[in-house]
């Protein structure tokens, strides 16, 4: 039986750690699919595909569940709901069950034929992306709400230094490609 579970992980955080672990209770495998992969370097989205999928396979590997989620898949948006289902199923392994609280990825599921269950939330007003970018941006202490490996790797991006960049001002600036300066 295999699961699959959509997020944004920015950042993978130790709430979408326990909800995992909880979920391979329940199947023998989970397909992690990581939300607007496209976006980067924005308030609500300052890591790249990239970087998230490494912080969960990190992470996973410090807890020996790696072997129990091979697939850590980059999804993008398509602003399309009602082609989204075929979407994630074009570019993800056959799953059998879908995790997923929000009822409008539900119902997208539910309409396509997927058994869908909702997962528990771990201290969630703690364990969310927003409480931790918040964190980063007033230097206050987010490093204990993260598994240590993502602690890692977001210092080795300098992550908290792009975020606090980002912050500084309240546009969004996109780079399109031939500028030659943001
Ligand atoms: P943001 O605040 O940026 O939206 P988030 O913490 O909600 O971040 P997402 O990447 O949006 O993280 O999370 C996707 C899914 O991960 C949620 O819909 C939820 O199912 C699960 N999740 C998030 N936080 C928790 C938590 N504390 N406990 C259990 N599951 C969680
Ligand atoms: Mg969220």
Redesign the pocket.
Known sequence: MRGL??????PF?K??L??IKCILKEVDELIIGV?SAQISHTL?NPFTAGERITMIFESLKEEGLENKCHYIIPIPDIWNNSLWVRHVIALTPKFNIV????PLSRRLFMEEGFEVRI??????L??????I?KRMIKGENWEELVPFAVVRIIKEIKGVERLRDISKSDKITYLKSGDTSP
């Open positions: 579970i959509i997020g944004r992980y920015q955080h709430g979408h326990e909800v939300g609500e995790y997923t609280g929000n997962p528990p939330l771990f201290d969630r703690k364990y969310s992306g927003t409480e970018r």
